[in-house]
């Protein structure tokens, strides 16, 4: 929850290949203060059935850039195996981009809600409502 003197951030990933929300894909926050700060470690998730993080840590006071890193390797080798059992190998990687690392500017008193689409091959970001 944001504050006077705090942001706050929340994110969910959609699955664009299947259309469903991506559920198990580890994350991480972290926030500096400034752009030339020491990025800081706050904490991890992974989505859940829904494809959200509903236990990001809070920011702390005097935040200005916030990442998310999001690990789509172990998520899409997950897919992967699970479409291989009744079928044969399509291909020899699940994921294109086995990380995708999302920075963006906050301020004090907003809420930052940060969707992430992605498929296989690709994926796009934008700030949410």
Not at 7 to 29: F, K, W
Request: hydrophobic share 35%; charged share 20%.
């Amino acid at each position: 929850m944001s504050t006077e003197t705090t942001a706050s951030v929340s994110t969910h990933i959609l699955d664009t290949s299947i259309g469903r929300p991506a559920e198990g894909v580890a994350l991480s926050l972290s926030a500096r203060s400034g752009s030339g700060a020491e990025w800081v470690a706050l904490g991890g998730s992974a989505t859940d059935a829904d494809g959200r993080c509903k236990d990001l840590p809070a920011l702390p006071e005097g935040t200005t850039h916030v990442r998310l890193d999001f690990e789509t390797e172990a998520y899409f080798d997950k897919k992967q195996a699970e479409a291989q059992q009744d079928a044969p190998r399509v291909r020899d990687s699940g994921a294109f981009f086995p990380e995708v690392a999302i920075t963006f500017a906050v301020v004090p008193g907003e809420h930052y809600h940060v969707p992430l689409l992605l498929n296989p091959f690709g994926y796009s970001v934008y700030r949410g409502s």
